[in-house]
């Protein structure tokens, strides 16, 4: 029998964006809202929560879903946003609309692949999750994945990752044809092809 | 290899520059009647304006030119030169009036914000209406006459009233640059307070983009107020190294408008024309979500998007013949995604499944470990 190797927690401030990363696995989702309350806590949207907790089919099951912000290497919501307001840093982090240049068009919010954007109109500005920033830089974990009680959202280092979950993550997600990748990982037992999204097979009600 | 590819200039933002900066040329020099009215004194400021005229209608240029900027640029001129030009110039002038003087959006995002934002904007808006017409000698004053207590307003090189040295009027009208200075400054102080205070300002703001430019707004300010000083309160002492270290800070902000933050001035009506859009688009109708079929989107912005995807080569993004991905509501791409990740987990969802083989406890969460 292998031996049993204790895993020691990291310190906070030993978290960087090379070494760890944010895994996601709706299907651990308990919809208890506690990513909702403490994303509202987050220095760069505060009193807004940024994360969206969705009911799947609430007629047939309680099932959640959390989603977050997936951070693409070449997001789309940059490209459609007419003020260039929407910028990557280089540590892959897709920040909300810078204040100055957003003028509230919606392309983004219309255009994200996973969603996630929120366009507020009387602020004329969107906002959405950047990692909890605030936290992230100064080497803390984002808010949601710090109270996450089944772990839902897990943000955990990249190399640690294999050991602790038997589903391993994807970063590669194909919206129709269109190759999305992403900073964000999804949690699915075989990374190695990417995550089909068919709206078609929604539609239908195949999924 | 030519000057513009070896610094990468665009032929379009190119010709649209010379052009712009061509035309306020052609009025400076119509406006102070053929150099008649120019301050000689203020010459540096002139050619500092050109210059910064020619980087800011370059950057705008090029800004219109991205394909998502230029989707809402020819709507917008579309409008205006339509029959709805009329509804649409009244409808975009009460939203200057609210957005672009009061900019009350701001105080909806942060009280402290707007108040450093609108001191701000305000002693800028003031400083540059006075400073402006005096550069380009569109105004200019001297003394009435022979009498040297009076001082003649000259606008456009015609005269413009007078007014005694001693009056009032003089005191405002001398002093304008001191109450725009003192704005900016009580302004970009709270935006620096602000920001300290902002745990999330303070993780996202960069130097060059946030604080360099109220650096130097309070320069030029700070500047332009010991001016004042130098003549009210020591005789003039220094004035000469004061002038010029003020004109440096001023060529400085003019010359950095195309680059940093403060380009944002000439983008924000920008805003005025996406209002006009969404309300042309209320008036068409929403489109239903393929999926649950809840209206959510403008039906001249799917129109749009769908063709803003193809410039973009993201035209891929569909799914069989029928669906494209921007006709899926936000909620639904949401739950497509975790949908399918559920497929591939081999349905995990339904409680009534077999627990499959991979599935693992939940990690403890101190130790993170299954």
Known sequence: MAEIVPFVPPTPALTNFDEWGFFI?????????????????CGTHKGRPMIHLDEMDRLHSPQTAPTVCMHCEDPICAQVCPADAIKRSEDGVVHASQKPRCIGCQNCELSCPFGVPIVFSGLEQMLKCDLCYDRTSEGLRPMCATVCPS?????????????????????????????????????????????????????EGEL | MSLSSRLDLETRPLVGAALTTLALAGLVFLGNRGGRGLDPALLGYLVACLFA?????????????????????????????????????????LLGLDQLLLQRFIGKRSLKRWGAHALIAWGCLLAFAVT?????????????????????????????????????????????????????????????????????????????????????????????????????????RNYGTLAFV??????????????????????????????????????????????????????????????????????AAVHGPRTHHLELCPRCKRRLLAKAQWKRMGGAFDPFADLPEWAEPIADPQTLRS
């Open chain 2, 53 to 93: 005229c020619f980087g800011v209608a370059y950057r705008y240029w090029a800004w219109t030119g991205r394909p998502a900027t230029r989707m809402y640029f020819r709507h917008t001129l579309r409008t205006l030169a339509s029959r709805k030009a009329l509804g649409a110039l009244a409808r975009m002038a």
């Open chain 1, 25 to 41: 696995d709706p299907n651990r989702c308990i919809g208890c809202r506690s990513c909702v309350a403490a994303c509202a806590e």
């Open chain 2, 246 to 315: 003020h004109e440096l800070t001023v060529i400085l902000l003019l010359l950095s408008l195309p680059f940093g933050k403060l380009f944002h001035v000439v983008q924000r009506p920008a805003q005025l024309g996406v209002a006009i859009y969404k309300a042309e688009g209320e008036a068409e109708g929403r489109v239903p979500c393929r999926s649950c079929g809840e209206p959510f989107i403008r039906a001249n912005q799917l129109r749009d998007l769908k063709a803003l995807y193809g410039a973009l080569d993201l035209g």
């Open chain 2, 132 to 236: 402006l017409p005096l550069v380009f000698g569109w105004v200019r004053f001297t003394s009435a006459g022979l009498d040297p207590n009076r001082y003649q307003a000259w606008f456009f090189g015609f005269p413009a009233g007078s007014f005694p040295l001693d009056s009032p009027i003089a005191f405002i009208t001398f002093h304008m640059l001191d109450w725009a200075a003192l704005m900016v400054v009580a302004g970009c102080t709270l935006a620096f307070v602000r920001r300290r205070q902002d745990e999330g300002d303070s993780a996202t703001q960069r130097f060059d983009f946030d604080l360099a430019p109220l650096l130097l707004l309070i320069a030029v300010s700070v500047t332009g107020l010991l001016l004042t000083v130098s003549v009210s309160f020591l005789q003039g």
């Open chain 1, 151 to 203: 772990q839902a959202l897990l943000y955990a280092p990249k190399a640690e990752i294999s050991r602790m979950r038997a589903a391993q993550p994807v970063r590669e997600f194909m919206v129709g044809g269109l190759s999305v990748k992403t900073k964000n990982a999804l949690m699915v037992p075989d990374p190695e092809a990417p995550l089909f999204l068919d709206a078609a097979l929604l539609i």
